[in-house]
């Protein structure tokens, strides 16, 4: 589909993308939490940084091995200067991992631009909007010493209303994925979301339009295909940045129709109100949207959202997919399977690493999943 080549073309090479992006400076983010919109509103290009997969040779004199492969390969690609195209990066406190890596990135010094984001790991608690809430104005300064220039009311309601725009977009995607599995290839989800995260934000939203009407047009040819994938899944992690993984679902039958993900739902779940003040409004989407293991929002806030959304969606299973290393997923799996398993959802879990692109024995172990629900 013609449509999804320029999502395929950011994905298989970022930093020339990156490179080709000359009309705004361009600020790195490694997590869902970035304040994407401030940064954008301040005139930069905000993009979320992948590892490229190299071998990890010179990070591995700064980092324990037991960090997960998506810090270890993001601060390669930046010690062997593949990230060249940066003029900083917005760090996020939330897991052990990123922490050192904000500390090593600082600490290295290598761009001109650097902003520790540390907000509540509790997102719900009314002192807990009001520290998000300083927090984010802190950003907000910060971006504005770097540039210079105030960041409008007028440049936050831009933002808010383009990112609304790309969330909408992703939402109506996901559900028409959901409801006529044969209308896309499972990893075309992926590369969807992932490059929006990466492109011009105002192209991604057009093109996201431009995918909407093509998957519109191709439904009532899909609609009763023979060859729809039958099995449903849902697949819960952190990042899942591996095309064959899902094309290993895709070559057993079954089809991914929805995650709890944060190169998926996670990054566009909830819109922000737009009759708000806009840094209010900001606030209120971080205190709503869909938590993840390193934030808090109540005991159960996970399980509940992650069992319903099997329901919700018709799953036939659920796949864990963890990044080795990654502490706060493997801390939550053991209550969430034991959520599904008390809704009579059924579930796998695979230990991945983020340069792994599953073949073998990972092949063997979803064809005996899918079989078996
Ligand atoms: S799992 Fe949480 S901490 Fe890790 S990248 Fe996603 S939002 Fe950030
Ligand atoms: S949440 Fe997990 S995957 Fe994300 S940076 Fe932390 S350890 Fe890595």
Redesign the pocket.
Known sequence: MKELTPFYQAINDPAALGRRITHKKIIGT??SYAPEELIYAAGYHPMRLFSSKADTQLAQNHLQTY?????RGVLEDSLAGRLDFLHGTVFVH?????QR?SDIWRLKGQYPFFADVILPAKMHTPSAKKYMAAVLERCKTDLETDTGRPVTSQSLADAIRMYNRIRKNLSRIYALKSRYPAVLQNKDLLALVKGSMIMDRQEAADHLDNVILRLAAAVPDVKDSPIAPDKRLILS???CDMPGLYDLFQDTGAAVVGDDL?TGRRWFDGLIPEDMEPMAAITQRYAQRLV???KHRGLHERADSLVDQAKNLGADGVVFAL?K?????AFDYPYLKARLDDAGIKSLVLELDDGQDSQGQLATRIETFIHMI
Do not use: Q, W
């Open positions: 490694l997590c960090c997960c492969s998506v810090v939330t897991c052990d991992s990123m890596l992690g952190s990042v944060c993840c293991p390193a990044l290393f990654c502490d706060p997923h």
